[in-house]
C-alpha cells in the first residue's frame, strides 16, 4: 500500500475509505481537486479524473482498450497457460478490440440491441420480477443481490443470450470476468469450457438459422454476409452475459442502497413511477458498478496538461467523472429528477454499452415494482462489498420489508 499521503487509487483500499461505501468519492474529490490528471506511481498508469477530459479521451482513437494479449503475455508461463481459456475469450471481444476489427465485432450484436427488443422483452422482466418478489414477501424480506437483482438479470440475460436450458446453472453467480483475469483467478475456467461446450452443440443451427433462440435471431443476418469464427461467436455471446449480468445485477444493488440512504427519494420514486428511466440514469450516476477503464495510449498525447508517451497506461475513473461538480451540480447529491443521461457509466464513444437500453429498462423495472409493493427498509446498515477498487459491486444486501397497499 503507498503512504496514505500519496496520490494514488490504490488508497481506496484502506479502511477508511472502505468501511464507507460513499466515503470513496471524498477521496476521488481529493485527487481531483489536488490535480485532475496526474501519475500514479504505483499502479504504473496515468489516473484522468474530470468529467470533460474523461468524456473526450474516451472518444480519442490514439486510446486503446486491447490489453488482454499484453497482459497474458506478461505472465509467467503457468499462469498463463492455465487462465488461456479466458484471455483468448475476452480477447474476441469486441469490448477489447479497436478498429477495424471491433466495428467487425460489434456488427454482430448491434443489430439485434433494438428498442424494439427491449420492449419486447419488458413484460418478461416485470413477470420475474414480480415471481421473485412474491417469493420475498413472504419472508418479510430478502437479500437483495441474491434473492432479487442476480436472478432477475440472469434470467433475462438466459433468454437474451439464448442459454440452453440445461446450462442455464452455469449462469448462477456470475463473475466479471475481467476481473477474474486480472486477477489471474483460475476459478471460472471449468464454468467457461462448460458453458462452451453447451454453446457448440447448436453450432449448426446457429449458422444456419434455424435456432429459434433470441441469441440466433440477433446474429443470423450478420452471419449470412460476415466471416465470423466459432470462437468470435463465443465471445460476444460470453460478453453479453457478463455485461448483461453481473453489471447489471450490481447497478440495481447499488440503486436500491442508494435509495435506502434517501428514503425521500424512494418515495418520490414511488408517487412518480413516470420519472423511473430518468431515475435510473441518476442511480447510475450515483453509484456505478465500474468505477474506471485502462487504456493505452497508441501514440503520445496531452492531457490536462501532461504530456502522456506512447505505450503508457491511462485509467479513466468515471467514478469520479459522474461526481464532477464541473459538470453536475452538487454531484454528491442525490435527485432523481436530475437529466444525467450523459453520465460516464456506459463509456463513451465507440465502446459505449450496447446494452444500455436494456440494463435501464432491467433497473427501471426492478425498482418500480419493488417500490410498488413494498414500504423498504435497509437492515444492513454497513454493507460488505467486492474486495476491488474498481468494481462497486455489493457482496449482499439483507432488506426488510412491509406490503404497500
Not at 468505477?291 to 505505450?311: C, D, K, S, V, Y
Request: charged share 25%.
Amino acid at each position: 500500500m503507498p503512504d496514505p499521503q500519496t496520490p494514488s487509487l490504490l488508497n481506496l483500499f484502506s479502511p477508511e475509505w472502505s468501511a464507507d461505501p460513499y466515503g470513496v468519492y471524498a477521496y476521488y474529490r481529493e485527487l481531483r481537486e489536488a490535480s485532475p490528471v496526474y501519475y500514479d506511481e504505483w499502479m504504473r498508469t496515468w489516473v484522468v479524473l474530470g468529467y470533460d477530459e474523461i468524456s473526450r479521451l474516451s472518444k480519442d482513437e490514439r486510446l486503446s482498450g486491447a490489453r488482454i494479449g499484453s497482459f497474458h503475455e506478461q505472465l509467467p508461463s503457468e499462469v498463463r497457460a492455465e487462465i488461456e481459456p479466458l484471455a483468448n475469450a475476452l480477447s474476441d471481444m469486441m469490448l477489447f478490440n479497436e478498429p477495424p476489427r471491433h466495428t467487425r465485432l460489434r456488427r454482430l450484436v448491434k443489430p439485434g440491441l433494438t428498442p424494439r427488443l427491449v420492449r419486447e422483452m419488458r413484460p418478461a422482466i416485470e413477470k420475474l420480477a414480480d415471481e421473485l418478489l412474491d417469493r420475498a414477501e413472504e419472508r418479510g424480506g430478502m437479500d437483495v443481490v441474491h434473492d432479487f437483482s442476480e436472478p432477475l438479470t440472469r434470467g433475462v440475460i438466459a433468454r437474451l443470450a439464448g442459454v440452453p436450458e440445461k446450462a442455464g446453472h452455469l449462469l448462477e453467480n456470475w463473475p466479471g470476468l475481467l476481473h477474474e483475469f486480472f486477477t489471474q483467478s483460475r476459478a471460472e475456467i471449468g464454468r467457461i469450457t462448460e458453458l462452451r461446450t453447451a454453446f457448440e452443440e447448436d453450432a449448426e443451427g446457429r449458422r444456419n438459422g434455424t435456432a429459434q433462440d433470441l441469441f440466433t435471431q440477433m446474429i443470423a443476418e450478420q452471419l449470412q454476409y460476415g466471416d465470423y469464427s466459432d470462437d468470435e461467436i463465443f465471445a460476444n455471446f460470453l460478453l453479453l452475459i457478463d455485461a448483461g449480468q453481473a453489471t447489471t445485477t450490481h447497478l440495481i444493488g447499488n440503486a436500491v442502497l442508494a435509495l435506502a440512504h434517501h428514503p425521500d427519494q424512494a418515495e418520490l420514486l414511488r408517487q412518480r413511477p413516470d420519472l423511473g428511466v430518468q431515475a435510473a440514469h441518476e442511480l447510475l450516476r450515483y453509484d456505478s458498478s465500474v468505477q474506471f477503464t485502462t487504456r493505452a495510449a497508441l501514440t503520445a498525447l496531452e492531457a490536462g496538461g501532461h504530456r502522456i508517451p506512447e505505450g503508457d497506461s491511462v485509467t479513466l475513473v468515471l467514478g469520479s467523472g459522474n461526481r464532477d461538480p464541473l459538470h453536475y451540480a452538487e454531484p454528491d447529491r442525490l435527485d432523481i429528477t436530475r437529466r444525467a443521461a450523459d453520465h460516464l457509466s456506459f463509456g463513451h464513444g465507440i465502446h459505449y454499452c450496447l446494452g444500455a437500453s436494456l440494463a435501464v429498462a432491467e433497473i427501471d423495472v426492478a425498482l418500480r415494482r419493488l417500490l410498488e409493493r413494498t414500504g423498504l427498509r435497509q437492515v444492513d446498515t454497513r454493507p460488505q462489498w467486492m474486495d476491488s477498487i474498481n468494481f462497486r459491486m455489493l457482496k449482499r444486501l439483507p432488506v426488510t420489508f412491509e406490503r404497500v397497499h
